[in-house]
């Protein structure tokens, strides 16, 4: 398991932007497959995004397409969610997590390492 700690939420009105940033320790985040999920209050967890050395990112949410980019920075084992346009429907607890491995998922218990979330809120 590796160590992951998010950073970059915050309140933004609906049409703004914000980027996620998740810091991997404790491993090299070129060996993992790491991902963005959310939790909505009331809603379950839903895969947003992935990215990986060989993927390279695969948005696991339709819905996020055009509107969230996600990349990455290995000199700095930091993976990043670039999020605009975003709408309250977007207003979420965001957590990302890593694999072992290269291959992305959308569900969450294939992930072993956890973020404590980050919380991002759209409203006007």
């Known amino acids: 398991q590796v160590q992951l700690v998010e950073s970059g939420g915050g309140m933004v009105q609906p049409g703004g932007s914000l980027r996620l940033s998740c810091e991997v320790s404790g491993g090299n985040a070129r060996d993992y497959a790491v991902a963005w999920f959310r939790q909505a209050p009331g809603k379950e967890r839903e895969g947003v995004s992935c990215?990986?050395?060989?993927?390279?990112?695969?948005y696991l949410k339709e819905s996020v397409e055009g509107r969230f980019a996600i990349s990455g920075d290995y000199t700095k084992n930091t993976i990043y969610l670039q999020m605009n346009s975003l709408e309250s429907g977007d207003t979420a607890i965001y957590y990302c997590?890593?694999?072992?491995?290269?291959?992305?998922?959308?569900?969450?218990?294939?992930?072993?390492?956890w973020g404590q979330g980050t919380q991002v809120t759209v409203s006007s």
């Open positions: 997590a890593a694999k072992p491995g290269y291959a992305c998922s959308g569900f969450g218990s294939y992930y072993d390492s």
């Open positions: 990215y990986s050395i060989t993927r390279t990112s695969a």
